[in-house]
């Protein structure tokens, strides 16, 4: 696609409901990550998918969070048992990487979650 | 454990000031510091820097790396309202993954 996508762009969810949030990167781009930004706060690290390598994995914050990419492009984000705290906008961003290749990253609006 | 720290938190200025923000960073094997802008919920891309001492200029933005210092700045002269923003700043390690500071929010005044 023309951007990086992601759906729902809003969710609201009872408190112990799982949910799932999914992210659609930029066509070809081999790299995938997602990140967490609570109210005021900065970009936090939950994820990184490069082509066929195991995930970076060290940012998840408990074992309720897993993510999973699906044939190389679209990925989808897992909470269980969702809690208030994790309520906060998901942001997934694609890149161009692989040996020799250096580029920006591209992020999608979005998903607000909001546990109640 | 790498570490991406940006000063000031935030800053509030007048059109036409020029302001300076600060990145540092301790990485394993540097590939390449990124700067965003986030206006809303999507941040969008600025400037890649590699090499140190090489400036990347943009219209009134620009920015440069100091590997020697570890650190980079993004300079915005003559200061807009709509500059008003959280700046973002990334490093890449050699894993490819890019790890952000806390960023800056920039209020410009009229």
């Known amino acids: 696609g023309a951007g990086v996508s992601q759906s729902p762009s809003n969710k609201v969810t009872e408190k112990g409901k799982d949910v799932e949030l999914r992210c659609d990167p930029i066509s070809g781009h081999t790299a995938l990550y997602w990140y967490r930004q609570s109210l005021g706060q900065g970009l936090e690290f939950l994820i990184y998918?490069?082509?066929?390598?195991?995930?970076?994995k060290s940012g998840l914050p408990s074992d309720r969070f897993s993510a999973e990419r699906t044939g190389g492009s679209v990925s989808t984000l897992t909470i269980q048992r969702t809690q208030q705290e994790d309520s906060a906008v998901y942001l997934c961003?694609?890149?161009?990487?692989?040996?020799?290749?250096?580029?920006?990253?591209?992020f999608g609006q979005g998903t607000r979650l909001t546990v109640v | 454990e790498d570490k991406v720290v940006q000063s000031p938190l935030s800053l509030v200025v007048h059109e036409g000031d020029t302001v300076t923000l600060n990145c540092s960073y301790e990485v394993t094997n540097f590939r390449s510091l990124l700067w965003y802008k986030q206006e809303k919920k999507a941040p969008t891309f600025l400037f890649m820097l590699?090499?140190?001492?090489i400036e990347k200029k943009s219209g009134r933005l620009s920015s440069i790396l100091d590997k020697k210092e570890l650190s980079s700045i993004l300079n915005i002269t003559a200061t807009q309202t709509g500059d008003s923003a959280i700046y973002l700043c990334a490093e890449r390690g050699s894993q490819g993954n890019l790890i952000f500071g806390k960023g800056t929010k920039l209020s410009v005044k009229p």
């Open positions: 961003a694609s890149s161009l990487q692989g040996a020799g290749m250096n580029t920006e990253a591209f």
């Open positions: 590699t090499s140190s001492g």
């Open positions: 998918f490069q082509g066929n390598s195991a995930p970076d």
